[in-house]
């Protein structure tokens, strides 16, 4: 017999079974609910599978409270989620590289293939990109959700799922590490000390930067990085000094204007923090915008950023950066499991988001688990 959540429908037209499917979604009217969502067969090229582990991103934070981030606007219900990992359940017509069982992590972005910027690398830019947990495309916090084989990857035994659902973050950091310098025994500055911060923090110790410096305002942030990373030295943002005022402060803990850092990592985007990284990278250093901010900023110092020739640079999410980042979990260059603070069942993922949306409980990563195991 079926188990409970399963109930064979032979010939159906869209679906081989009818499944208990409790996913999480977000409303055009900024609410939350938990409701069941269809079950479809894979497709040629995809796979169905069953998700074990997702991690909640500030960007489903969001989507919930704002409606939208810059242009990508919630009008409608859209399944939230898009850092994770699962396991096979059934492969389409046409995959070959995967198997029912295998485990796997998703890569959440799924580009056209065919403009200019799939064809030259740089999928990341693709202008119809689909995007899990971005309305219209549901995302992953939810029992079962079929993607395109294309863009899952499979795990090594020694990755767990929830290590497997931090491979989104881990990517970003990755995709924005490419485009900056950071050199052996030279000086990195990380701006914010949420789930980004800490991964870049780890990220730049793993590749031999050092000294290391990582700013936020709240103190019980920058105690955790202090536990995560013990080499790297801690700076409180005082609000009441200007970006130029915590700047020199900032500069203060590494030295003189020779041991200032070449390479800034700011992992907030908020504005005075952009600001502050300005003043604070070395002249002709590289100031790696990761976070997320308002979609326009006035009070950059512009001719400051000009006369000192510094490189102020951008990401758009990631690019061909699973298999390295697999690759350092695997291998043992990187530790991330100390971020996940809390773990949800799935039923809970209510609680869960409620948990992420309020700083000041504590939290550095949740993740929203479904451990039962599932036969089709």
């Known amino acids: 017999m079926a188990p409970s959540w399963i109930e064979a429908v032979p010939n159906h037209p869209e679906m081989q079974i009818k499944a208990k499917n409790p996913s999480l979604q977000v409303t055009a009217d900024r609410q939350i609910k938990m409701t069941n969502a269809h079950v479809t067969r894979p497709g040629r090229g995809q796979v169905l599978l069953h998700i074990k582990a997702t991690g909640i991103c500030g960007s489903d934070i969001h989507f919930w409270k704002r409606g939208a981030i810059g242009t990508l606007t919630v009008d409608g219900d859209c399944i939230l989620g898009h850092e994770a990992a699962g396991i096979v359940l059934e492969v389409g017509e046409g995959v070959k590289a995967f198997q029912k069982g295998d485990r796997v992590a998703i890569e959440p972005q799924v580009p056209c293939g065919n403009c200019f910027q799939c064809r030259g690398g ?52 990755l995709h924005a590490l490419r485009r900056a310098h950071l050199s052996i025994g030279r000086s990195v500055v990380i701006c914010g000390a949420g789930p980004i911060g800490l991964i870049a923090l780890a990220a730049a110790r793993a590749s031999g930067a050092h000294p290391l410096v990582i700013t936020d305002l709240e103190p019980s942030r920058l105690a955790f990085a202090k536990e995560f990373v013990p080499s790297c030295q801690v700076y409180q943002v005082n609000p009441d000094l200007d970006p130029q005022g915590n700047a020199k402060a900032i500069r203060a ?32 250093g590289d100031l790696m915008v990761i976070g997320v901010g308002k979609d326009i900023m006035n009070n950059l110092p512009f001719m400051h950023i000009s006369l000192s020739e510094i490189n102020l640079k951008y990401i758009n999410r990631y690019c061909d950066t699973w298999p390295a980042g697999i690759s350092a979990l695997s291998g043992g260059i990187l530790n991330l499991d ?26 550095i990563k949740v993740h929203v688990v479904d451990d039962r195991d599932i036969e089709l």
């Open 122 to 173: 740089r999928s990341n830019l693709c202008a119809d990109v689909e995007f899990c947990g971005v309305y219209p495309h549901h995302g992953s916090l939810q029992r079962f959700k079929v993607h395109p084989a294309q863009f899952v990857h499979r795990l090594p035994a020694n990755v767990t799922y929830s290590q497997g659902a931090l491979l989104e973050p881990l990517s970003v950091v």
């Open 253 to 284: 803990i590494l030295g003189g204007e020779y041991e200032a850092p070449q390479t800034i990592l700011e992992c907030t985007g908020v504005e005075s923090s952009v600001v502050t990284a300005a003043y604070t990278v070395r002249g002709g």
């Open 338 to 363: 100390k971020l996940i603070t809390h773990t949800f069942p799935l039923e809970q993922a209510i609680e869960a988001m409620e948990l992420c949306s309020d700083v000041t409980r504590g939290s």
